[in-house]
């Protein structure tokens, strides 16, 4: 084996013992799909380099019982990672071992002031970045909604001179980082499929439910792109009567009667016509799903009726995606998973109208249970996609 060789093999271990952790030499070579004893020359060299530590024995299966592997924690880099959606915009920073080494601080960011958003960006990063003076980083990851090019880091929904349309550009020139980009329900896939309920699931389907409704799609055990890379533009399948015109710019979409925005809308809507709700005392603005949650989680009648509204018509589109993609599992991720049973029961009710039962009772739909998921997802992309070489997995500091 080449020495070109050997510093790809053990970067495959690293990224492996982050995903998978801890492993053995035989799990190593069986999930890499290289031979034990290639895979022991490199365990063998990232032990004497102090990137992996030896985590104990692994379950005894009858026979003796194998030693198992994880990342050194101690000497590897910390991740930078950065959550944004249409109205606000998350920040935490990660170990290898995925423990939150700051609480992840989210502010008010609405994409709409483009220029604003961006600048928002850059001081939050900078402020979390300063809490960490001296020591090294991977890279930042960051996730955003809109049409976004994993392989050039371009958002395709803002024009060639609007700031966040080379965002990734910009913050890896300003904070001199290996910096990554990725659509938000894409990453929240790749999230669920690492850590979450998609673990077992080859062909799995994960609903983003947020102020849009996003999809990422697990096909096969791996992400699915689609031919232009823009797979899983749920929001804006044309199943509603609604007349309300879409952000998209056009009308008929299922975002407009199943975002969390509709949500609010609707609550909004029936307390200035004289409804009783806790939540005339609480802030019901545009991006106040907090309040909402809270409601619901509390039994306020309203609010139970704007989640069982979004989730008629999130059924109604689930059975869309079981008829076309038969998938094993679908999940409910996002902001909105936090509505917990109410929200799983109404839309189980719904795929049961509309759906063909031969179809639909082989798919099992589940909220997602990752905290701060998104932010995950970020971390993700960052582990997948950076390039160091592991003998420089200590020497890049940001430049603020």
């Not at 509603?240 to 969390?260: M, P, W």
């Not at 739909?365 to 992309?381: D, F, M, N, Y």
Request: charged share 20%.
């Amino acid at each position: 084996m080449t020495s070109q060789n050997l510093e790809n093999l053990k970067l495959q271990i690293v990224k492996s013992l982050y995903f998978l952790k801890p492993q053995s030499i035989a799990e190593l070579a069986s999930s890499i799909g290289k031979s034990v004893p290639n895979i022991t020359k490199a365990v063998n060299n990232l032990l004497q380099e102090d990137l992996i530590i030896d985590s104990g024995l692994a379950p005894s299966t009858g026979g003796r019982r194998a030693a198992q592997f994880e990342l050194n924690r101690e000497v590897h880099p910390y991740l930078i990672a950065v959550a944004i959606d249409q109205y606000k915009t998350s920040i935490t920073v990660f170990d290898v071992h995925n423990n939150q080494l700051v609480t992840p601080k989210e502010i008010e960011n609405p994409l709409l002031d483009s220029d604003r958003a961006f600048k928002n960006v850059i001081d939050l990063i900078e402020e979390t970045v300063n809490l960490f003076l001296g020591h090294s980083f991977l890279g930042i990851g960051i996730t955003m909604p809109g049409f976004v090019e994993q392989k050039t880091g371009i958002n395709n929904s803002y024009t060639s001179k609007n700031p966040l349309f080379k965002l990734k550009d910009h913050i890896q020139q300003h904070f001199n980082l290996p910096t990554y980009i990725e659509n938000d329900s894409s990453a929240i896939a790749i999230a669920e499929k690492k850590f979450g309920k998609a673990i077992q699931s080859q062909n799995a389907l994960i609903i983003n439910l947020n102020w849009g409704v996003g999809l990422g799609m697990i096909v096969n055990n791996q992400l699915f792109r689609g031919h232009s890379g823009y797979a899983g533009e749920f929001s804006h399948i044309p199943l509603s009567n609604n007349n309300k015109l879409c952000s998209c710019g056009k009308k008929g979409c299922i975002e407009v009667d199943a975002s969390l925005l509709s949500a609010i809308e609707f609550v909004n809507e029936k307390i200035k016509s004289g409804e009783e709700s806790v939540l005339k005392t609480l802030s019901t603005s545009a991006t106040d799903s907090e309040s909402l949650i809270t409601a619901v989680q509390n039994g306020d009648q309203l609010a139970i009726s704007a989640v069982q509204n979004i989730a008629y018509m999130l059924g109604k589109g689930i059975s869309t995606l079981i008829h076309i993609m038969n998938p094993e599992k679908i999940i409910i991720s996002g902001r909105g998973a936090d509505f917990g049973n109410i929200l799983l029961l109404s839309i189980q009710s719904s795929v049961q109208e509309f759906s063909i039962p031969r179809l639909s009772k082989n798919t099992t739909i589940e909220l997602s249970t990752l905290e701060h998921i998104q932010l995950l997802g970020s971390a993700c992309v960052l582990v997948e996609q950076a390039k160091w070489k592991t003998k420089q997995l200590q020497s890049t500091e940001a430049l603020t």
